[in-house]
Nanobody, 114 residues
């Protein structure tokens, strides 16, 4: 079955960096665009980054543009989110999403301390 397993979350100081990973299985990863979403406490989940199936085109929410980078390794069936210059407002659960098929991972918590 389809599985998306996020890892790499944790506690980091403001200004620090983290790299999230999402390992995919159960579908043809190289054919699916992939996205990262996040959901802060008490707020709705929203899209922060997307990468096409080939890893050529990316897009970002304004709130993370210039600080976060989405990438993928189709040989490893893994998508990444490099997060730099982290701020306390980046604290959230981060979710991986495969656009085709439409599946979610269970999320990984990122906490940025001020």
């Amino acid at each position: 079955q389809v599985q998306l397993v996020e890892s790499g979350g944790g506690l980091v100081q403001s200004g620090g960096s983290l790299r999230l990973s999402c390992a995919a299985s159960g579908f043809t990863f190289s054919r699916s665009a992939m996205s990262w979403y996040r959901q802060a406490p008490g707020k709705e989940r929203y899209l922060i980054a997307t990468i096409d199936s080939a890893g050529v085109r990316t897009s970002y929410a304004d709130s993370v543009k210039g600080r976060f980078t989405i990438s993928r390794d189709n040989a490893k069936n893994t998508v990444y989110l490099q997060m730099n210059s982290l701020k306390p407002e980046d604290t959230a659960v981060y979710y991986c999403y495969s656009i085709s098929p439409g599946y979610w991972g269970k999320g990984t918590l990122v906490t940025v301390a001020s």
